[in-house]
């Protein structure tokens, strides 16, 4: 494998673990896979604008606390690659189940920047951190032929 594929592949791979984090409704999990720092944004479909990891935390804490059940099945997926830079385009085809027992089916198109991390530590154990998260719900979505 050459080189430019290795690095789209952990990009990739760091993408997938997001999506593992969010189905896990796991705050610790999500911690692992997101840059803390000040600097990054994280916008819900539907939802406000959030900076810095203290208010992007408190909005997953509160999604996970609000959530029963969710699955992904991740399609369209476009992965550009830079210096240090990444960013990653993609549908998530979304399963969902809330806490009144509503099941959602949607469509969201996400935009997931990624930072190439020189520093390991607990939280910083994968080399390419999340400091961007913007998903748009899809309107007229019709869900793929498959089940998640």
């Known amino acids: 494998m050459d080189e430019e594929k290795d690095i789209e592949q952990r990009i990739e791979n760091s993408n997938t673990r997001f999506y593992k ?30 900076a810095g990891w203290t208010a992007i935390r408190e909005s997953w804490a509160r999604i996970f606390e609000n959530t029963r059940m969710i699955k992904f099945f991740i399609t369209n997926t476009k992965v550009k690659a830079f210096e240090n830079m990444a960013i990653v385009v993609c549908l998530e085809n979304i399963d969902t189940v809330t806490d009144n027992q ?12 990624f930072e190439q991390q020189n520093v390991k530590n607990n939280y910083y154990n994968n080399e390419w951190l999340m400091i961007h998260h913007h998903g748009s719900v899809v309107a007229n979505y019709i869900p793929p032929n498959i089940s998640i």
């Open 102 to 113: 509503n099941t959602i089916k949607m469509g969201v198109i996400a935009t997931n920047i």
């Open 21 to 50: 984090a969010f189905e896990s409704l796991s705050i610790e999990k999500m911690e692992e896979v997101w840059k803390h720092d000040d600097n990054i944004i994280c916008i819900h479909p539907g939802w406000e604008m959030f």
